[in-house]
Nanobody, 112 residues
Framework: QVQLVESGGGLVQPGGSLRLSCAAS????????VYWYRQAPGKRRELVAT???????NYAISVKGRFTISRDNTKNTVYLQMNSLKPEDTAVYYC??????WGQGTQVTVSS
């Protein structure tokens, strides 16, 4: 089972940028598809972006063109670059490699 730790969240003004990191344990991390989810207060968890082991990506419509998911398998890390942030992007962001493997989450707050 892969253990995941997210970092990089914080408070940012609308229009700003943040880069989230998801650091994983395990030597076979490079074969995993990794998912970034987010959950805002009172809302359901939402899939934001996905990256496969060979680098294929997919995005929610709400973030397409603003967010970029990438991975560095030499560092066992997946990134989520978030640009042009909006207040509605405020949420706890989680990375996952499947139902049994989640990080603890990192808070992103977009506010002036």
């Amino acid at each position: 089972q892969v253990q995941l730790v997210e970092s990089g969240g914080g408070l940012v003004q609308p229009g700003g940028s943040l880069r989230l990191s998801c650091a994983a344990s395990g030597s076979i991390f490079n074969i995993y598809t990794v998912y970034w989810y987010r959950q805002a207060p009172g809302k359901r968890r939402e899939l934001v972006a996905t990256i496969t082991g060979d680098g294929g990506t997919n995005y929610a419509i709400s973030v397409k063109g603003r967010f970029t998911i990438s991975r560095d398998n030499t560092k066992n890390t997946v990134y989520l670059q978030m640009n042009s942030l909006k207040p509605e992007d405020t949420a706890v962001y989680y990375c996952s490699t499947g139902p049994a493997s989640w990080g603890q989450g990192t808070q992103v707050t977009v506010s002036s």
